[in-house]
């Protein structure tokens, strides 16, 4: 059985109806959503863990340029 709201957000090729991928603007894949293949997933991924996408901080990056709790 197939429920109406996900007929409604889906079109017949398996995509999101209007999402494109994040990485290169193709239509999304509903398997790789948001991404349209496992390559765009991949690519993202790397992006994060080379430190491309990060959330900005006012900590140092490097935890020894944190003062010591015996020195304060």
């Not at 239509?27 to 765009?40: I, M, T």
């Not at 993202?44 to 935890?63: F, I, N, Q």
Request: charged fraction near 35%.
């Amino acid at each position: 059985m197939t429920d109406k709201k996900h007929q409604d957000r889906v079109g017949t090729t398996g995509t999101a109806r209007g999402a494109s991928c994040p990485m290169c603007g193709k239509a999304a894949a509903e398997r790789h959503h948001p991404f349209c293949s496992k390559r765009c997933q991949h690519l993202d991924l790397a992006r994060w863990l080379d430190g491309s996408y990060r959330v900005p901080t006012d900590e140092p990056a490097d935890l020894s340029d944190l003062p010591r709790e015996d020195e304060e």
